[in-house]
Each structure stands twice: as C-alpha cells, then as structure tokens.
C-alpha cells in the first residue's frame, strides 16, 4: 500500500540513528569543538584551558541528563536519540565560530569572532526549537524554553576559556555597547524557526483537521515507544463503525474433549494499518485469545482492505472480548473432499462443511494484494443461490503484488462460482483433522514470520491427506510459496494473515518483509514438514460447528491512513521549503551582522 510505504520512507529517514556508543563519541566531539575553537582564540594559559575543556564536557552531558528528566514521560527521548539530536546543533555552533576564527585571523578584529560564535549559539537554539517544538512538546512555547537549556550551558563556560572568569559582566556590556545592531541580528534567528514551526503547525490534511505536528507527535510516540494512545484517540474521532464478520470453524472429537478442541478463524478485520496501532498484530491477538480458552487454532486472512481496520486498541479489546459470544450456526460430521479450479491467473480450492462452503482464493503465482470486497459478496451471493446456507472465504494472501485488477476478480469469482456447484453436490463423509503450531513446539522462525508463527490443520477424508497452512506474515515473496509446495506433498495452500506487525518499519523498497525475504525455501519446508507429522500424530475423528460473530466496530478506513499519510508529506513539503527559505534568511542575517561589525 503507497501510504504504508510512504510511512515506511519517513521512519527510515527520522529513525536510522546511530547506536549509543557512535552517538556518545559524535555528540561530545562537535560539542568539544566548540570549546577547543575559543581555546585557540584565547591566550589562556594550557591549565586553564584543559579546566575550561572539562568543565564544558561536563556541563553538556549535565545538559543532556537534565533533558531526559524534562522529556522523562516521553519514552522515545532516549539519552541515545538526545545525544544524536545534539549533534547538528552542536556541529552548525562549532562551524560558525571557526568562520569567526578564520575571519579574525584576516581582519584581526575580535568582534568578528565574538559575533559569530553567539550566531552560533543562536543557530544552535533555533535549530534545537525545531526539533523539540516539533517532537516533543503540544506547545511551541514549551518547546522553546526548554531548546535554550544546553547551549546557554555551554554558552557559560566560554567567557572562561577565555578570561578565566566565569561571568565577564563588563566585557560584555562593552561589546553589545559597540556593536548593539549586529548583536541583536542574531535574535532574528530563534524568531524565525519560531515562526516557521507555527506555520508547519497550520498545514494538515482534509479529513484529520488538527495540527499536523500533533499528528506527527503522536506518530512518533506510537511507532518509536509503541504508545499508541495518542494516535488512536485521535483516529477514533474520525472513525466511522462497519458491521465486521468473524467465522470459525470448531473441531472437536465426538466427546469434545476440551483438549482436542481446533479451530480455523477468518476474521474479515483487516491487520492494520502498522503496529501498534489498531488491529495491526490482530492475528496473534486472537492466537492469543484462543489459546487462553483451550482452542487450538489457526487463524487466516478473511477478504478486507483497509477499509477494515480496527481504530484502536480499545476496538480490539471490545472486539475479543466479543468473540467470547459467537453464534453455532451450523453444525456436524461430514464434509466434502476438497476441489480445486483455476482460471486465467486466479485459482479456488475449496470443501463443504455440511451446509457451509470453506474456498481459498489465491493468484499465485502471480501477484497480489488484499481482494476487493466486491468479490465476497459476489461469491456469497453465489453459494446462497447453489444452496450452501453461507460460506467462509479465506484470502490467501500469499504472493506479492498490486492490487487485482477488475479481469482477475472477475475469474476469481467464476472459479469459486465452479467450485461450489461441484461441493455442493459431491457426496460428504467422515473425517479425521490433525493440528499441529511452531509455538507449541517451540520452532525458532526468521524476522519474516510474526508472533503467531506457522501452523497446520491436516485433514483425512476419504483416505487422502489434505493440509492447510497458515503463516503470520504480510504475503509471500513472488515464486516462494510455489517453490515450497513444490518440495512438500498433500498440501492445499499456503496462506498468510496478513499481519501489519512490522509493515512500515522494515527499510526496504516496500515497508515490510513478506514471507520468503527471510526465510529459505530449505528451511520453511523443513518446518511444514516437520508440522505435518505432528499433525497427522494429533489426528482424531472429528465433528464441526460453524459460529459465527457479527457486530459493528469502529474502523480505520484507508481514506484516513491516506489522509494521515498525506498530511505528514505536506509536513514534509512545507518542511523542505520553508528549510530552505529559512536557510537562506539566516545566511543573509550573518552577512548583515558581519558587515555591520566590520
């Protein structure tokens, strides 16, 4: 999806940052420079200049932890993320004052110097006002308090590189006496970064009608600390409810021994839109949930986009908690063998449950992404009209591409219209199911595979083994779920959940890993195979229920994310210009001060 991605661009861009150690050494080096600069412009004796050194040092890392306490409830100002942003303040201040150096060097004139290094230390603050007015606090104004901490800090320790005093108060009144226009220059500069955050904090997008910045904080707190709260408060203002079907299938012996109870879970809620947020971790949540009540499951992507993403935390809390009340709606010990079709690009495998049809759709090999909702309802449609009393549609979700186009759906539909004429009428017969899970069996699995790991479910009917497996994974890299199938027997499909658990994050071309970027054919197809004999140990006679929950939920609709994702680019946009307007002011306003002082 482009606004996933376009997320996905701007977390590597904010969040590639160096690793502590890297950021300590930078961080006290361009801050050090800073110092070392005066040293050189001093006749201090070697002593007092090793003394102002340490005493500096000690002061910006002072300044560093007194910023943590500040920014304490704000768990993404890490000491490492204070230390980086540190760095190009520090290195713009340590840059001007060696202009100053060199220009006294020519002209001989210590104003010069003087000059540069408080436009320095102007530049210094303006540039810390956009980072934290735009970060870390609701209010400019906090925002720029709290930028002047570290480099008035520093500021101080200068004069006594210099004189070996502290607080020079007569030098310098005496300098801003003789040269009070060029001094006051360097105010223009915060003035102006203060300006530009209040005119970053009008734009916005058309739906999410509050400050960007707001937004852009709360992106931050969601995605780098994982506190969501902010975000999706503001999500569930705008979001709209839709009537969200979840259906599972239970197995269970002819006792229904609690034990040796299976299920397979579709819920039509689609994983997103990126974790935390909403449902994006939504197939573990309910891995998870069915765990907690004695049901080994294997939960499966039902056909939804974006359109059906859950607004919150709070939303899927309410939504598990409702999953609690699902409805039998069908029930018994028969099912059909299963079927397969193919036409064009688009391939049905499907079986009967009873009165309930169970269809994979899939375009592998081909790519794909998520089928329009157009599709289930076309399909359903069709199995009410052959005689089914409904059917449960699974999304295989399973080779990567872009949306299917209107050809493709069209084909999907005819072959799942074909595959339930051929159900409805096949005769059923008992059947033995088998389940097996990599989290039960404590199977280690690559960065490409989500929390809720791999499973099976294995069905005998008729004497002939039928497997199905589904991956926590946002798709499947193109030709990798064929070439897994290719080295394994006996299995339908490979499906993923589409889980979002770490779309958008991954610092490839498309935002996420799909399944297969990680993980070798070799190794996946070891696991399944490893799935499939502790399945078929696990495999018992077995009856079904179909049940059903039906309820409205607020939803994240992708007019939003798109909205989300629009108004951070034109945060950006802004951001650019107005950089490069500002940029080009200030170089104005050091000429000007130079020219005065000269």
């Known amino acids: 999806m482009e606004s996933t991605f376009k997320l996905q661009r701007k977390f590597r861009l904010l969040f590639t940052l160096p690793s502590f150690f890297v950021s300590l050494v930078i961080a006290s080096a361009t801050s050090l420079s800073i110092i070392l600069i005066q040293g050189i412009f001093s006749n201090a004796i070697m002593s007092q200049r090793y003394e102002a050194t340490?005493?500096?040092f000690v002061a910006f890392l002072f300044s560093i932890i007194l910023e943590r306490l500040i920014l304490l409830r704000h768990a993404f100002a890490s000491v490492r993320r204070l230390l980086a942003m540190s760095i190009v303040p520090n290195t713009s201040w340590a840059i001007l004052s060696a202009?100053?150096?060199?220009?006294?060097s020519i002209s001989q004139e210590p104003q010069i110097f003087?000059?540069?290094?408080?436009?320095g230390l102007s530049t210094a603050i303006s540039i810390r006002i956009i980072i934290l007015g735009s970060v870390f606090f609701?209010?400019?104004?906090v925002g720029t308090l709290v930028s002047f901490i570290q480099p008035m800090l520093l500021f101080a320790i200068i004069p006594f590189a210099q004189t070996g005093v502290l607080f020079p108060i007569e030098q310098f009144s005496l300098l801003l006496t003789e040269e009070a226009l060029a001094f006051s220059l360097t105010m223009v500069i915060p003035i102006i970064c203060v300006g530009y955050l209040i005119l970053l904090s009008k734009?916005?997008?058309?739906?999410?009608?509050n400050s960007p910045l707001v937004i852009f904080q709360g992106f931050l707190q969601a995605w780098v600390a994982e506190r969501p709260k902010v975000i999706e408060e503001l999500i569930e203002t705008f979001s709209l409810e839709k009537e969200i079907v979840t259906s599972v299938?239970?197995?269970?012996d002819e006792k229904d021994t609690p034990t040796k109870r299976r299920a397979i879970i579709v819920p039509e809620v689609h994983p997103g839109p990126f974790y935390p947020i909403g449902s994006s971790n939504l197939p573990f949540e309910?891995?998870?949930?069915s765990d907690k009540n004695n049901l080994k499951s294997l939960v499966f992507h039902g056909i939804s986009g974006h359109e059906h993403n859950l607004a919150s935390k709070a939303v899927v809390d309410t939504y598990l908690t409702e999953m609690n009340n699902l409805q039998s709606i069908s029930d018994g010990s028969t099912c059909t063998e299963p079927k397969s079709r193919s036409i064009g690009r688009a391939t049905v495998s499907g079986l009967a449950f009873g009165d309930y049809a169970m269809l994979i759709l899939t375009l592998a090999p081909y790519g794909m992404e998520d089928f329009p909702i157009f599709v289930r309802e076309e399909i359903n449609k069709a199995a009410e009209s052959i005689g089914f009393n409904g059917s449960i549609l699974i999304d295989a979700h399973n080779s990567i591409g872009v949306t299917p186009v209107r050809e493709d759906c069209e084909d999907i539909i005819q072959a799942a219209k074909d595959i339930l004429r051929k159900i409805r009428f096949n005769t059923q017969m008992t059947f033995k199911m088998g389940y097996s899970h990599s989290n039960r069996l404590g199977i280690k699995l690559k960065e490409d595979v989500g929390p809720a790991g791999i499973g099976m479910v294995l069905f005998e009917i008729n004497n002939k083994m039928h497997g199905i497996v589904s991956v926590d994974a946002n798709n499947v890299a193109l030709g990798f779920r064929d070439e897994v199938l290719s080295e394994i027997d006996d299995v339908i499909d490979i499906c993923t959940t589409d889980t979002h658990f770490n779309a958008a994050k991954v610092m490839?071309?498309?935002?996420?890993t799909p399944f297969g970027g990680e993980s070798s054919v070799k190794e996946i197809s070891k696991v399944i195979k490893t799935l499939r004999i502790e399945a078929e140990k696990s495999m018992i006679k077995s009856n079904f229920v179909v049940k059903r929950n039906k309820n409205s939920y607020k939803v994240f609709g992708a007019a939003l994310l798109d909205d989300y994702s629009v108004g951070l680019d034109r945060l950006f946009n802004i951001a650019k210009i107005g950089g490069v307007s500002t940029f080009l002011v200030i170089l104005a306003v050091y000429a000007l001060g130079i020219t005065l002082v000269k």
């Open 99 to 104: 202009f100053g150096l060199y220009q006294y």
């Open 508 to 512: 490839n071309s498309i935002g996420y």
């Open 114 to 119: 003087y000059l540069m290094v408080i436009m």
């Open 286 to 289: 309910l891995w998870r949930w």
């Open 54 to 56: 340490a005493i500096f």
């Open 203 to 209: 734009t916005g997008g058309r739906i999410i009608k």
């Open 138 to 141: 609701n209010r400019i104004s």
């Open 249 to 252: 299938i239970e197995f269970s």
